[in-house]
Every structure is written in C-alpha cells, then in structure tokens.
C-alpha cells in the first residue's frame, strides 16, 4: 500500500487515518497507562491553557500498524462530550505474549485489570481483554481481520 505525501511521518512511515476517540477523568494518568502498560507511543499531547493539569487532545499511535486514538480531559460541556470509561477497541498484534507480558507487569502498579487472561479464540487467534483505569474495554490479539 502506497501512501501520499500528506499521509506520511517525517521517518516516511503512513499516519494513521482512522482513530479511536475517548475522554478521561485523569487523561494524564491514562495516558501514562496507555503508554507504559500496553505499549501505545505518544506522538502529541497539548494541555489545557489553564494549568489544571487538563488535556486538551493527545494522539497515541500503535507502534505495530497504521492505528491510533485520541484522547482527552473529559468536557460534559462540549457537543461531542462522551461518558469517560464506555469506549472499547481492538488491537491487532503480530506478539500477543509480548503484550500480556508487558499488561500483566504493569497493572499492579497503573491500575486495570486483566479481564480474561490471553487465550485462543474460537476464530483462530490468541487474544488478552484488558479494561484500563478509567472502565474502557482493551482486547490485543494476533486476529487481523478478515
């Protein structure tokens, strides 16, 4: 798959053209988590103006495909404001041992919790359910789609 010019990193890798959005009560705390639990890498992070440790948006990409997710301070006053903690996504990755290892080691210190260990599927792949601090649902498994 080719890409244009518009679409592409610095490094030439392909941006993201599909995102998960979600709010957070602690979007700091989560993004934290995202980052050192399940592997996302921070590409941008802009803070609210006021100094209240606000988010105003930050992009988190998955370091193993063309996926990522925004997210932000939850704003109950804003048109597009959903509840914090109601979202739900799947991750496709090519080492979802890696990924179960790294979730399992960091939970105890980030919050989350493993909702079902990594298992085989019914539909051939092997996949771990992970809900982060704030209740959204994360499943990360080697099933690419079809």
Known sequence: ???????????????????????????????????????????????GDDGDDLVAHAQLNWPEGHGALMLGSHSP??????????????????HPE???????????ELG???VRPLADTDYGGREILVRDPEGNLWSFGDYPGA
Request: glycine share 6%.
């Open 1 to 47: 798959m080719s890409t244009s010019p518009e679409h592409e990193t610095p490094s030439g890798r392909a941006n993201p053209t599909v995102f998960a959005t979600l709010q957070a009560r602690d979007a700091p705390a989560l993004i934290d988590f995202y980052v050192r639990a399940l592997g996302f890498e921070l590409t941008a992070r802009y803070d």
């Open 77 to 94: 006053d804003k048109q597009w404001s959903r509840e914090p903690g109601t979202s739900s996504g799947y991750v496709v990755t090519a």
């Open 98 to 108: 890696l990924v179960a290892a790294r979730i399992a080691a960091a939970i105890p």
């Open 112 to 114: 989350g919790e493993i």
